[in-house]
């Protein structure tokens, strides 16, 4: 099915169109600036956390490597001490009494594995614990202008640590000499984002290394995107080396990262905010089209029937609203009615519909007090008491009277103050007028609008009943809140019917009132006085029609009783 465009319908898309076209190029400028201005503070945050997280990287580096200086001072020093003191005792042989001596003295000095004496050529003469000597040197040959103190290496290792072995001449070719074990240095300070990524080392003189720890490479590696830092002792040739990949640093500041950027995204959705409003607000009352269409009453009620899907009869309208271009197009409100609600425009436009929906359908429903008018409402009049003068002025002298009109609050928007609403609701109720929970299930209030504000009626939600007849939750949810409008006295509503599985479904859930497009679109007054005429004479001749019926059956059943 297609349908014609007239020549003046293209006019209009086409004027449309530009206007738009400029608008949004301009708010496009915008968007873009608010932008520029919301990032370039995360570059610079980004620039300076790298810096900051450098340093302290660097300084945690440095800390590392001062403890593994620290630490093997401290293992030399204090193995250093004990063979002086030896040499001072005249502990000096591998004699029976002196091998106790060397025991003792392991088992006090945790971080000694061994005790013995080597020649001038640097083998073992004896070791405390006893071990197999086979005349291997382990310290190099004793020299006249030799230091009192040596330190070496041996082949023995553990977690990346070297056994270090450590002498002191005792002057008649021979040395006292003590193996410190490798878990004295085998040690891994530092934070756990470093030690997850750097290489620490600890060299002994030239180049011998004692310790080592992590597998990072560098050798590759941009000298740019690599740390750096070496620590040496002040007290023996030991140097410590530590080295990491810049990335690494950033670990620290990660979360900081997270944290700068939600900030300056919100600063951008702020800016973006600002630079929506700034393109698109309106330099003057006379040019803001919305307002002029509210002035000339361009704003229109449509009326879509509720239905009763017993009887067939018309229980009454919802009141929804249209926008009428003054070229005859009809604009939907899913394409305004975010915007009116916004601004504000909500509450002139609801007055306006109740004002001209009183004079369009007054004498009918002057003629049939059963029908209800439904008029929607939004959370913004539950905010003060004015609706309710608004309704009170309007429907006081008016054909319609009170107890027929049905306000519409919806789920889908949360009510600010539920204390206010309910008392509002409350008057509202006092003067005769019901009230109706619309989209029951897809917003914010649940049971606890239910429950707080005292609504006469629940509306079910298109949603819901678009898979009433194929999803068994659908058919579980409308069964609930059947059951719960009939034990708490409400009324019930369903919205969106489309076929007539549905109305066969609702029935059999006991669901008696509906609308939608299986009975009838949204239509101007005058098609709806007319649909009214037409449902009501419909459902005169079903009557008629169902009376026959049931007075052939009866005289049929007299006759056979006769009979």
Request: hydrophobic content about 45%; some cysteine; charged content about 25%.
């Amino acid at each position: 099915m297609f349908t014609q465009i007239s020549h003046g319908q293209k006019e209009f898309i086409h004027e449309q169109a530009c206007v738009l076209s400029f608008r949004y190029l301009g708010f496009a400028k915008t968007v873009l600036i608010a932008l520029v201005l919301a990032v370039t503070p995360l570059f610079a945050i980004n620039i300076i956390l790298n810096q900051y997280a450098e340093r302290r990287a660097v300084t945690e580096m440095e800390a590392m490597g001062t403890a593994s200086i620290l630490r093997a001072e401290e293992a030399i020093s204090t193995t250093v001490s004990l063979l002086q003191r030896l040499d001072r005792d005249n502990v000096q042989t591998c004699s029976a009494q002196d091998r106790v001596i060397y025991e003792k003295q392991i088992v006090e000095h945790g971080m000694i594995d061994a005790i013995g004496l080597a020649d001038a050529a640097g083998q073992r003469m004896c070791i405390i614990p006893d071990r197999e000597l086979a005349g291997k040197v382990i310290l190099p040959p004793v020299r006249e202008d030799g230091p009192l103190v040596g330190i070496g290496m041996l082949d023995r290792s553990y977690l990346g640590a070297r056994a270090a072995v450590i002498s002191w001449d005792l002057k008649d070719q021979t040395r006292l000499f003590a193996e410190v074990t490798p878990a004295v240095i085998a040690m891994d300070p530092g934070p756990e984002y470093l030690r997850s990524y750097r290489r620490s080392e600890l060299r002994l003189g030239d180049n011998l290394l004692w310790y080592t720890v992590g597998g990072y490479n560098s050798e590759a590696s941009d000298p740019s995107d690599i740390l750096n830092v070496e620590v040496t002792s002040e007290l023996y040739p030991l140097v410590a080396r530590v080295t990491a990949p810049v990335s690494a640093a950033g670990q620290v500041v990660k979360d900081l990262k997270v944290v700068a950027a939600a900030a300056c995204a919100g600063i951008a959705v702020l800016f973006v905010a600002i630079g929506v409003w700034l393109s698109w607000r309106p330099e003057r009352e006379a040019d803001d089209e919305f307002i002029a269409a509210i002035r000339n009453g361009e704003f229109i009620p449509y009326y879509q029937p509720v239905m009763d899907i017993e009887s067939g009869r018309l229980r009454g309208c919802e009141i929804l609203m249209r926008w009428r271009r003054p070229n005859g197009m009809i604009v939907s409100p899913g394409q305004f009615m975010a915007y009116a609600e916004n601004n504000g425009h909500i509450f002139d436009m609801t007055r306006h519909m109740m004002r001209v929906s009183s004079e369009e359908i007054g004498e009918l429903y002057g003629e049939n007090p059963d029908l209800k008018l439904s008029i929607n409402l939004f959370a913004g009049h539950f905010l003060d008491r004015e609706i309710i003068a608004d309704i009170r002025s309007i429907f006081e002298k008016s054909e319609i009277s009170f107890q027929q009109i049905v306000v519409e609050v919806t789920e889908r928007h949360p009510l600010e103050d539920m204390e206010l609403a309910r008392k509002i609701i409350a008057e509202l109720q006092a003067l005769g007028v019901r009230v109706a929970l619309d989209d029951v299930g897809t917003g914010h209030g649940g049971m606890a609008y239910l429950q707080k504000l005292g609504v006469d009626i629940i509306k079910i939600d298109k949603m819901f009943i678009d898979t009433i007849g194929s999803d068994d939750n659908s058919t579980t949810i409308v069964d609930s809140m059947v059951e719960l409008a009939d034990n708490l006295g409400m009324g019930i509503i369903a919205e969106g019917v489309e076929m007539e599985e549905q109305i066969d479904r609702l029935l059999e859930l006991g669901v008696t009132a509906a609308q939608g497009y299986f009975f009838a679109a949204p239509m101007p007054a005058d098609e709806f006085i007319e649909f009214a005429a037409r449902a009501e004479e419909d459902a005169r001749e079903r009557a008629r029609l169902a009376a026959e019926a049931a007075a052939a059956e009866q005289a049929a059943n007299e006759a056979a009783m006769v009979a």
